[in-house]
């Protein structure tokens, strides 16, 4: 039986590594990086690299950079779809299909021209147990684009389409999720990543991953970036003042304070903040920070606003790691009521009030 297993980012590259290792070790599994964002950046991170890599894994590894963008032009867009039937006509019969994300239209047009008319979704994140749906407009557009890119592209299949939020497409047959407790929607069948699944993949990757003395030389607090500010979701002040907070209580508990980059977040903003905390160390990685938890015995803390990267510690850490998540000490910023569902259930701290944050630090024992 042959799988594609189709991602974007790292996140998701970690999920199906997770995926083809578990429930589908038996099967031919090929791996279709579409569309990854920074993947200039990609081979810096060396855990990352070993996953794309491993030919015990991976039947073969399809990396595709463009993919029905935009700013193409229509001969373009014929001649990818063209390429795109070529690569997957080589392959052979695919039985399944697996998504990183099923909101994103081009995505879920590799399903139809694999000649499949359902796929299951990898667990990518917040947005998979819970996404906002599109806006009447967006499913007009998202409806137009699919039907020009098949007329152009001359792509005939019975494949129905998703044209609202992840996960609620009518193709999707599986759920294969970390925190299966988390779900907010519907789903056909819910297939949990549990923590075994998750554990007898992580040694080895870790085994082929790049040191980062950083992570190595004393017990940590790692805070994660978002671009949440870039985003408009709050001032660049608001968070500041949260990470002043952090940076004392770092200094007062003889933690070093890493932050750990988001690939959105903006230069001159990261400038600032170093200039602003010179003992807090910048980890510019794309490695799902989930491989940090497992190999690097120094983090103590995970802390960010709303970060997915805190949902899933106890399934890829092998150690106590406590995630704090701190949307309540940014003054006025709102965060989305769905993802204040998801963490109100995933048992993760959310302080109130700083003295709350403190003690959660001066009353534990490391």
Known sequence: MKNIFMINTPFQLLS????????????????????PNEFQNWQYSTGVQYILKDVSTWEKVLIVEKW????????????????????????????????GSDKIIQNQMIVEIAGCTNYSLL?????????????????IWQYLRIQYFRYIGDVNGNMKYNFSGNGYG?????????????????????????RTYVQSVLPIIAAHMEDVSILMQQPSIIFLGSPFIEQGSFTIQAEMQVLQNI?????????RLIYKTHHSEDNDKLKTYQQTYPKMEMLKSLEPAELLYHKYK???????????????????????????AAYKLYGQSEIQTRIQKIFEKSGVFAPTNWDEMRCSFYNRKM
Request: proline share 3%; charged share 30%; no cysteine.
């Open 16 to 35: 199906a590594f997770i995926v083809a290792n578990s429930y589908e070790k038996k099967a031919q599994n090929y791996l279709l990086v579409l569309r």
């Open 68 to 99: 029905l963008q935009r700013n193409d032009r229509i001969s373009s867009y014929r001649e990818q779809i063209s390429n795109m039937k070529e690569r997957i006509k080589n392959i052979g019969e695919i039985k399944q299909v697996f998504l």
């Open 123 to 139: 667990d990518e994140g917040s947005f998979s147990y819970d996404s906002r749906d599109r806006k009447a407009l967006s499913k």
């Open 170 to 194: 009518p193709g999707n047959r599986a759920d294969y999720l970390y925190r299966p407790e988390l779900l907010g929607r519907k789903s056909k069948e819910v297939k949990p990543l549990t």
């Open 247 to 255: 940076y004392d209580i770092a200094e007062q508990s003889q933690l």
């Open 298 to 324: 120094n983090i103590k803390y995970v802390i960010s606003f709303a970060s997915s990267g805190m949902l899933y510690i106890n399934s890829f850490a092998s150690q106590d790691i406590k995630p704090i």
